[in-house]
């Protein structure tokens, strides 16, 4: 039997050894290569773009030679006024990239020796910088599969069983809980946006489904509305999970790892933050056959692809 991708050698092509012992300055020169790559690290002026700039080695700065803008590698990224090192970001994407079901943050924290705020943040920015390929706003087409999955707002029972009240009624459950409805193109990419209710995926799949494509969705009534706009194959989980090419399970698999990523790495996920879990595990899923060194260099680009992170900037001083 032929070895999984992911088992094999070639899918280890980058490791935390490889990247201390290379050290600070090819971590730095990583960064410099994905910022510029069109000039193959040579600065670039972010702001008049010029490309001929004076390098200020002992600051790690550079001055544009047209307009004396001063700026470092990271100015106007995702990255900007950073204070840790090159090369500890880079492993804080290296241990990113390699836990599959996500990483806890009281981990992250102690893999790099830091706050646990600090790897909170850094860990929230990397996620924005996923969403660049997550959220690209382009609409699915082909066969894409629809789906629902509910995250957070437990309701603990009253301990007296004369005490319990009906958790399944409106009026006793709570207000933050939250669903995350996923489109998952086949053979593409996965979609995932989070609402209040499952049925209002309806009017989402209206923006983000082309016309022309086939959706596939599950039994539960607020889908019979897809009919009215595309042809749509339904499939009875109660009866059969896969009917002659019907079935749902590309986007099963997707909440599959967003579930354990949620219940074993974080174990808890504020709705305010829910959907940048979704979009980390979406992320995962799509890239899942890329060896880690791609996937490293993918979000180190992306990275230094990102603005000035507006919900990150400045959380130290509770801005966020």
Not at 139 to 157: K, M
């Amino acid at each position: 039997m032929a070895q999984h991708f992911l088992l094999s050698a070639a899918a280890r092509t980058l490791s935390l050894r490889a990247i201390y012992k290379a050290g600070e300055e090819a971590a730095y020169d990583t960064f410099r290569k994905m910022r510029w790559q069109d000039t193959d690290g040579e600065a670039v002026c972010p702001r008049c773009g010029h490309d001929e700039a004076y390098d200020i080695a002992t600051r790690r700065k550079f001055k544009c030679k047209r307009c004396l803008h001063q700026f470092s590698v990271t100015s106007g990224t995702i990255f900007a006024s950073r204070k840790m090192a090159f090369v500890d970001l880079l492993a804080a994407i290296c241990i990113t990239v390699n836990a599959a079901k996500g990483v806890s943050m009281l981990q992250l924290s102690r893999d790099l020796d830091c706050q646990y705020k600090t790897a909170f943040v850094l860990a929230h920015k990397l996620r924005e910088a996923m969403a660049l390929e997550v959220h690209t706003g382009e609409v699915l087409d082909g066969h894409v599969e629809v789906d629902g999955a509910y995250f957070g707002g437990h309701v603990r029972p009253e301990n007296r069983k004369e005490d319990r009240k009906d958790r399944r009624l409106k009026e006793n459950q709570s207000p933050r809980r939250r669903v995350v409805v996923a489109f998952r193109e086949r053979y593409g990419r996965t979609l995932p946006i989070v609402v209040r209710a499952e049925a209002e995926g309806v009017p989402l799949a209206l923006e983000h489904v082309h016309r022309l494509a086939t959706m596939l969705a599950d039994e539960a009534s607020h889908w019979d509305a897809l009919h009215a706009g595309w042809p749509v194959q339904r499939v009875n989980h109660s009866l059969v999970y896969s009917d002659h090419g019907k079935h749902t399970n590309w986007v099963e698999s997707y909440f599959s790892r967003l579930r354990r990523m949620v219940a074993g790495q974080h174990h808890h996920v504020s709705p305010q933050y829910l959907h940048q879990y979704a979009t980390h595990a979406a992320w995962l899923e799509d890239n899942r056959r890329t060896d880690n060194g791609g996937l490293g260099r993918r979000l180190v680009a992306n990275a230094m692809g990102s603005p000035v992170s507006r919900n990150w900037a400045g959380y130290w001083q509770r801005a966020a």
